[in-house]
């Protein structure tokens, strides 16, 4: 009972086969002359023949195009000939009015079959051999024809009546614009007429390859219109993003639905489809949904969904998509609902992908169930739930010794663990019942999640599960960018020399993702699982590749890809590419936390070129969030904001996203260096109540909205409360042993105890910072640390400047190379303020030495508006002009300074959509 | 004037009669220019049979690599079409709304059907195919009330019918025994009321009752598979065998009989057959719902649980408050270790049926099963299944027990001495009797209870085996307890 699958690639025989049947008669009509009647020369005769070929090829395909469609196709492949072809063709068609008329037809064809052993071959006589492409089609159709019961005759009869009316009920006279170079082709095939017709086929197929490459108009799924396949990749590669971005979710549901709407409608023409072939359609609509996310839109798919299932009630697929369907719109009940069924439908043992185990048990394949369940917990943000699921799943895997999807499991608990953080798992791991028995109670979750990963890299890695083992070196360089591997216990100054995270060891993990997309490249042959539906290369080709990420400025567009040349031999699976990019992604992850600020953005920057296409839009939303904060912090808010206006119209239907709570950091930032605390404030909590969110507390923007609590309370002078928070956050981060965060805090720590005037306090709060930051590599974390310990070094007092300034110096390439503007100007000013204080230096010397920093953090704050360091850095410049006595200048320095001043404490309300928008919004 | 008529009536009793003989297009085509409303009714709803007809044909003929066709009746539209201009005109009549109600009802406009629907029970009340396709349209309470019904007895045959579809069998019930005031000796009443009773679980009435309504109308198959039921339930194999042979030989080919067999089979532990005579019941009728639950009972039998998962989900996906098949579906998931995911089931199952104590007791089984180990949830589940008249009495021994395993001593004691009181009031005996006897003798004198204390152990001494003689012993230990000063002023005072 359970997954019944009828015979897949069943032929079933249809009015377009029909027709194609009678081209092909045409084609190869049993006649004497080389060319035969209606053809004036080889090189049309070629033309048709290639044709044919690519008609052919296609007719498994999920869509079979409509008459009219044909008959346009013919006019352009036709040339002079257009006219005959498609009035044979249609009074063919239309002179099949009884049944018999079919069973003389099909008798025709067969004549037109060359049989195995046809005798004499005259030379020029053209006689299709039965195992050519044409060939084997044919036989195909007629052995169709003859196991049709007479109930099928006559509804094939019908068809082909509603097929015809249709056809010349629809207006045909529309134009195609014409193949420019395809002539040029076939003019080179002519040369050689004497060809046996197989050769002729092999060189055509050649040729067919190389005229695809060449042009965008033929191809062998030539029935698929083109506004539907333009427009699929449309959504991504959009040449303004403007005007087209917004409504691409209705785009690709009008793709979704309309599309195989009409192939079901039922008085339009019934191509009922093999079961291969609406499987193929739903693995492609799988991919398209895990995509686009949430712009997939629901109900038209869904109606879709709901159109299939009613026709085809045994292809349990469906159920699968509409989980994913309504997974990717979060509801979760319906989508629960999916899942079940289709697991108690199909007992996982459905489709494609399903290769019966060796040891065959008939017990189903429920663990895959479960492991779906969890993951969908998961997205729900249900950590604990999903926890608990895929703890049942190792437990059955194992049962029912399904190792590869244990490994699976696995992975996902990894995931699980190092993206919900550790706030919720504690006590869930450490229960008895937990799949790592052997690993004990003791050890934290960070040494567990460790445990987990190795050993799904050991298994995925003997199972051969590539992907499987790419991610997991994903996760493991994850892991090792931000814990120290080695137990935490004796976390002390003794030891820390050992306690560090080692940035190779993140590289080589990064890398030893790589070799998964070279062995694709070099054995891409077992990767057509989807055989006919992978197309992906081809829609490659047609592509205009390169898309500026975040292109505001309209100008130059390049068209060059770099990444071009890669992908197209070889049909690398989106999933793939995925994994690779991620791994970019992780990268530049990596160098901004080592502090690498130009390399985080360059493979920022590859990624959002190069995998735009096949990331989902969570991740490209990412990439976009790193390439705005990048901009933000080194360009100024101006351009950050722009693009973000870009960006903003590019993941328009995620609701609560990245983007979002980007756009509300930056705003954050820029009020406080504006001095608008309030809206700062407004800003930092409504931060909070994101991270607050009913679903699982996400503790990465759980820390950020409490971090710039600290510092808006930091701004508005109330040290004592903000030290309050820092504190408390810095509790938590240990707690939770987020270090990187720790660092952070401990910084911020030490700046509020710098500006509260207690620089003694601050001193340890620096030295921790730093050391943390030795620890995990943290190498622009350090430099602005050390440049906060000088910073508190010279409010110690004046004898104290050359300590600072040591400090300073050795800073200062970092700080320089990586560091934003902000950082730069800081240092600057402090560089400026130590050799201000210090008593063995004379301004009047050296004044540049001074005035030089300080005028370069002027620019540079200029585009942060950042007020406060403004007017410290006029303020010194006032005071060093006047030691110079250069009453001119100091009194232009001291009008800047009141400028400053003033706007700081007056926050005049300029006119900004954005921050307006948002407000309301919220 | 009257030879028209005359005329008119034979063209009618012509096309009457090919209709009978189920030549339904002869008899359109007879009608093809009458104007009467009995004509016209006729000659529509003679289309519309013949549409359904060759949809059903086309359905086998087309059965696509997909498994199913998209067969549509084809007369649906031009039906549609006639007679909602005829409904525009008010030249139609009650017959013609109900057939314009199915028609719509088949084109999925039903707010539009339901009106009609109303509108031609209102005007006609004894036509019982609108009232049923009206009820087929009725999926909630909100909708019911909803109607504007109005008064008649027809109505009250409605709303019993449709309260035991919506599972308001109290109501349902309620409303039979009005109309059998009326209609006496109704046989349908009286098998509505059975149903009613059995989905309440009155099974000795509902046997009693049936066996009363077989006296009046022997040859019945019609909600025999309940009765069928209820002697399954109650294990009398040489009934159940009677009503099968009785049934068989009235009508082979009815859904109920093959469920009828299949329940023997079943009931005689052959469930290959039981299996083999399910599925003919649902090869006669694909949407029958409790064939597809007692396959899936016989599948879990043969322990093929992914049979049996899908024959449930199937009568899941018929009718989505079929608590039987849910608790299958948990069952089933239960038996392959997967008790997480049985639970979400279970849970499903108990939010249909929260009265029935054996899916309480089921769901915390799972709760209790060694993987999950969730004794506390485990307990909220027994306490659930005690309170809905758990007739096997596991509940409260489970109780007692979990409670013991907790550490829980009061609530122990609580429960076992319910369950020894229940016990002896069914006058049943067996090892949890001594089991409790037991807890509670040493559990008082712990407490330093030792009357109650004494009682018990007492009782225990009317029992064989070690039970007795750690009684003896918790006698004895108590007897010196009680005792104690005295016994211990004498020792010392001795030597």
Known sequence: MAGVVKAPGAFAITPHKVSVCILVNIYASPSQISVPFPFSSVSQHNRLGLYLLALTKSCDDILEPKLDQLINQLREIGGLLDHWLTDHVTSRLSSLSSPDDLFNFFNELRETLGGPDSGVMEDDQVILDPNSNLGMFLRRCILAFNLLTFEGICHLLTNIGIYCKEAISSCSSYELRRVDDSGNDFESLSEDENMDLNLVFKKINEEMEARKRATEQVSFHLHLPKELSTLVEDIEVSADPKSEHNDKGRESSSYASGELLRDVDPNGGVFLRTNWQIQGYLMEQADAIEKHGSSFTLNAFELTLRQLQKLAPELHRVHFLRYLNNLYHDDYFSALENLLRYFDYSAGTEGFDFVPPAGCNSFGRYEIALLCLGMMHFHFGHPKKALEVLTEAVRVSQQHSNDTCLAYTLAAMCNLLSEIGFSTTSGILGSPFSPMISVGTSLSVQQQLFVLLKGSLKRAESLKLKQLVAANHLAMAKFDLTHVQRPLLSFGPKTSMKLRTCPIIVCKELRSGYHLISEFCCEGSTMTADGAFSTAWLKNLQKPMGSLVLSQDNGSRNNYNPFLFFTQPSSIPGSVMQLVGSSYLHRATAWEIYGSAPLARANALVYATCFADASSSSDAALVHVKLIQHLAVFKGYKEAFAALKTAEEKFLCVSKSRILIMKLQLLHERALHRGHLKLAQQVCDELGVLASSVTAVDMELKTEASLRHARTLLAAKQFSQAAAVAHSLFCMCYKFNLQVESATVLLLLAEIHMKSGNAVVGLPYALASLSYCQTFNLDLLRASATLTLAELWLSLGSNHAKTALTLLHGAFPMILGHGGLELCARAYITEAKCYLSDPSFSVSKNPELVLDPLRQAADELQALEHHELMAEAFYLMAIVFDKLGQPEQREEAACSFKNHVMSLDHPHDVEDPIQSDTLLNA | ?495
């Not at chain 2, 339901?114 to 909630?140: D, F, G, I």
């Not at chain 2, 067999?261 to 090869?283: C, D, M, P, T, W």
């Not at chain 2, 209870?449 to 085996?465: N, Q, S």
């Open chain 2, 1 to 495: 004037m009257e030879e028209d008529e005359a005329i008119h009536g034979d063209f009618y009793l012509l096309a009457k009669s090919y209709f009978d003989c189920r030549e339904y297009r002869r008899a359109a085509h007879v009608l093809r220019d009458q104007t009467g409303k009995k004509s016209v009714f006729l000659r529509c709803y003679a289309l519309y049979l013949a549409g359904e007809k060759r949809k059903e044909e086309e359905m086998i003929e087309l059965e696509g690599p997909l498994g199913k066709s998209d067969a549509v009746n084809r007369e649906l539209v031009s039906l549609e079409r006639e007679l909602a201009t005829l409904c525009k005109n008010n030249t139609i009549d009650p017959f013609g709304l109900y057939l314009y109600g199915l028609v719509l009802k088949e084109k999925g406009n039903e707010n539009l059907a339901r009106k009609v629907l109303v509108e031609s029970v209102n005007s006609y009340p004894w036509n019982w195919s609108a009232w049923s396709e009206l009820q087929s349209l009725c999926t909630t309470v909100d909708i019911l009330n909803g109607l504007n019904l109005s008064n008649h007895w027809m109505k009250e045959f409605f709303l019993a019918s449709i309260y035991q579809e919506l599972r308001m069998h109290n109501e349902s019930l309620s409303k039979y025994e009005n109309l059998q005031g009326m209609f006496t000796f109704s046989n349908y009443i009286q098998a509505q009321i059975a149903k009613a009773r059995y989905s309440l679980r009155e099974f000795e009435q509902v046997e009693v009752i049936f066996e009363d309504l077989l006296r009046n109308d022997p040859y019945r198959v019609e909600d025999m598979d309940t009765y069928s039921n209820v002697l399954y339930t109650k294990e009398c194999f040489s009934a159940l065998s009677y009503l099968a042979h009785r049934v068989i030989m009235t009508d082979k080919y009815r859904p109920e009989s093959c469920c009828i067999i299949g329940n023997y089979y079943s009931l005689k532990g052959q469930h290959e057959k039981s299996v083999v005579y399910f599925r003919r019941a649902l090869k006669l009728n694909k949407n029958y719902l409790s064939a597809w639950t007692l396959m899936g009972h016989e599948y879990v039998e043969m322990k093929n649980t992914p049979a049996a998962v899908d024959a449930y989900r199937r009568a899941v996906d018929i009718n989505p408050r079929d608590y039987r098949a849910w608790y299958g579906l948990g069952q089933a998931y239960e038996m392959m270790g997967m008790p997480h995911y049985a639970l979400h089931y279970f849970r499903k199952s108990v939010f249909f049926q929260p009265i029935d104590s054996r899916l309480w007791i089921a769901m915390a089984q799972c709760y209790e099963s060694e993987q999950l180990h969730m004794l506390k949830e485990a307990i909220k589940c027994y306490k659930r299944a005690a309170n809905c008249n758990d007739t096997e009495a596991i509940a409260l021994h489970r109780l007692a027990m979990l409670h013991r395993e907790l550490d829980q001593p009061e609530e122990a004691a609580f429960y076992y001495k319910k369950d020894l009181e229940r016990m002896e009031a069914e006058e049943r005996e067996g090892p949890n009797l001594v089991e409790a006897l037991m807890f509670l003798a040493t559990h008082y004198k712990t407490q330093k209870k030792f009357e109650e204390a004494e009682v018990y152990c007492t009782r225990l001494l009317d029992y064989t085996g070690p039970e007795r003689e750690t009684a003896k012993s918790l006698l004895r230990g108590m007897r010196i307890a009680q005792s104690g000063f005295p016994s211990m002023d004498v020792e010392h005072f001795h030597p």
